[in-house]
């Protein structure tokens, strides 16, 4: 079996990263190769030492759709792949339309809550609504050539198959998943004097960072010996850097660059933050999982899907700053307890997010698709 996975580029992120962990673990019996169309570069060679073919098509804009499919067409008659996986907005587009034309079977995948309502605010807030309402229209056109969906997660299968009028018979929800056996016990007693917060993830508006450090900044009144370190890089770096300033918190809050194997600098820290608006089923929060380490997460969808309240993390209500406040105190006053319950987080994650377990079924089901034999009784029902 021949498996093209496409991509928009090959930056340090979730989707790259993931995409990277699972088809890296295929047996033998399934070639893949890798196409992406823009800068970045980063996962590059970290895809070819996994053995994996990796080509670049580069294009000239950001908008160059036809050009994009004139060179998946061309790429696709030669090489004759059996399938194409494609995740990310572009890459999705260029290949549902390339797929069409050359009658070749393609999966969509849901990896964010694209037309939630958190989202749809958003863009309206920015006001850019007209070109997102664009991509909504052609994302939902081309919808329907894709003959089957992966979405990593429950809730995003069901906003986006709303969004696009997808059946939920033809989507199959499978979990991220990381390495588990690269996840060290969490240990709280091997950490900085200072109680340490700590967030790892791309420098988007939409990842809650704002709320996060002025929940900080409040906590700092009461709580001297606190800080907070921010890994990951994106437009809403600049933002993040003024604001910092204007509270004069430089000597507290850091931005600190994005970094590879992020997940090691949750071994040097109290409390995973996560504040994030929407998510796709986020595989930065099942790293804090598996490390161990205390964690606090906004009340969204895709996140207690992963976590439960007062069980496995602290939960607060999302974009609400004085409830993130409120955790964070908690956090503080009632460690030892919260210890333990990243003690149980870790128990969870390893017994359901072990990258092995999720590449098999991923497999798995690329095999059944190309064979016609698709287990309907595993696909999402309306009743799930």
Known sequence: MKVFFTLDTLGIGGTEGSTLEIISRFSQNTKVKLIYFYPPHDLKEEYEKAGIEVQFVPLKTKTS???????????????????????????DL???????????KVIGTFINDTYGESRIKEMKIKKKYLTFYYFWMLDKITAK?????????????????????????????????????????????????????????????RKGLRELIEAFVNLKETHKDIQLDIYGKGDFHNELKKLIAQHDMTDSIFLNGPVLNGYTKLYDSHCFVFPSWYEGFSGTLIEAM???IPIIASNISMNLEAVTDQKTALIFKVNDKVDLIEKMKAMISHYPEMVEMGKKARLEALSRFDI?????????????????????????????
């Open 65 to 91: 759709f036809i050009q994009g499919i004139k060179s998946l067409i061309k790429i696709i008659r030669e090489e004759k792949p059996d399938l194409v996986v494609s995740s990310i907005a572009k890459a």
């Open 290 to 292: 598996l490390a161990g």
């Open 356 to 384: 092995n377990v999720i590449s098999e079924q991923y497999e798995s089901f690329l095999k059944s698709v190309v064979e016609n034999k698709v287990d309907t009784t595993q696909l999402l029902q309306k009743e799930d």
């Open 145 to 205: 050539i894709p003959v089957y969906w992966i979405s990593n997660s429950k809730s995003i299968a069901f906003s986006n198959a709303n969004a696009l009028n997808i059946k939920k018979n033809k989507i199959q929800v499978i979990y991220r998943g990381r390495e588990t056996k690269n996840f060290l016990n969490w240990e709280s007693q091997a950490i900085h004097q200072n109680f340490k917060f700590v967030f790892l993830g791309r420098l988007i508006e």
């Open 94 to 104: 260029i290949s549902r339309i390339a797929c069409w034309f050359t009658r070749t």
